[in-house]
């Protein structure tokens, strides 16, 4: 009869285990007690919204806010801006650790629809998970990683905290605001194709339109093809972005088909390869993918992409990118 009683009241006692709001969730995971802090004591709105919010949140361990508190400028962290963190930080979707490290990668929309970092006609932004590197496409599976805005990595240390409502999964270091495409080129140190995109009065073109697919080479790509843009002419440089650029489409690695060509701003296509672990636009590998930016994504490439109508052939025949 004892355990009878035992096992009963187990049960009856479940439910309210289980009923744990995220906020006593937050308050009782030691390794949060940072982000327990700022929102009970400064932010009690904050909570309130996220305690009401069912779905997936990634909350920033002490270490990773400490960190983002002692780099920012305390005058720029207002209370809007911290409500932006929050939904950047949440998503409306229950999404457990494995479901978000499936082969190939998953994004997750999140609930941060401010126009300033969600330019893409409608939806909030997102952000990519991977524990297959950051295109999805690793042969073997590692640390589940979530990507953000300027090429920022967040390793998943704690994941699959249950709260009445969702999914917590505590993660290393806070994600990164999606910002143009162009401050995301400053951001990676694209330098000369920064100064390409200068040169030429371009930004807007890749900044402005909601959905766009910005495929960027990195400088080292670019010197090692041989190429001096100060020996093109502003026409040549201009179709060489163009080649570069993927309008109308927000083409994260998740929905880029293998096999398929997707239409630049030029006019000639690119064909997408998922090959030997890899992701590749014509026969050019991309280096880091899934970088989020404010109206779309951006791919870091490791070579140059030589358009049919060759753009950058007055200063080159060589491409460094792996032959497929």
């Keep these: 009869m004892a355990l009878v009683k035992l096992y009963l009241g187990v049960l009856l006692c479940a439910p309210l285990a289980l009923a744990a709001g995220i906020a006593e969730v937050i308050a009782q995971t030691p390794e949060l007690s940072t982000l327990n802090s700022i929102l009970t004591t400064d932010h009690p709105d904050l909570l309130a919204e996220l305690n009401a919010t069912a779905g997936t949140f990634f909350a920033p361990s002490n270490d990773a806010l400490n960190a983002f508190i002692s780099a920012a400028d305390p005058n720029q962290l207002t209370a809007e801006v911290l409500k932006d963190l929050v939904n950047y930080h949440l998503s409306p979707t229950t999404l457990s650790a494995a479901d978000l490290g499936q082969a190939g990668g998953k994004i997750a929309e999140t609930k941060l629809s401010d126009p300033a970092f969600a330019n893409l006609g409608g939806p909030a932004n997102v952000v990519y998970a991977s524990a297959y590197g950051s295109t999805g496409q690793d042969a073997a599976p590692g640390p589940l990683k979530v990507y953000s805005g300027i090429g920022g990595e967040s390793t998943v240390t704690n994941p699959d905290i249950q709260y009445d409502g969702g999914l917590m999964h505590v993660i290393d270091r806070v994600l990164d605001f999606p ?129 049919p109508t060759d753009a950058w052939a007055t200063t080159t025949a060589v491409d460094t990118a792996t032959t497929i």
């Design 179 to 307: 910002q143009s495409c162009t401050t995301t080129m400053q951001a990676k140190s694209l330098t000369t194709l920064l100064d390409a995109v200068k040169r030429t009065n371009y930004a807007d073109t890749i900044d402005l339109p909601a959905k766009f697919t910005c495929l960027a080479p990195t400088n080292e790509a670019i010197q090692g093809a041989g190429i001096d843009i100060s020996a093109l002419s502003d026409q040549q440089v201009l179709d060489a972005l163009k080649y570069h650029s993927i309008p109308g489409e927000v083409d994260y690695s998740t929905v880029l088909e293998d096999g398929k060509e997707y239409p630049t701003l030029l006019g000639p296509t690119v064909k997408v390869h998922k090959k030997d672990g890899q992701l590749y636009f014509n026969d050019v590998a991309v280096q880091q993918g899934n970088i989020i930016t404010n109206n779309g994504v951006a791919h870091v490439l490791s070579g140059v992409l030589i358009s």
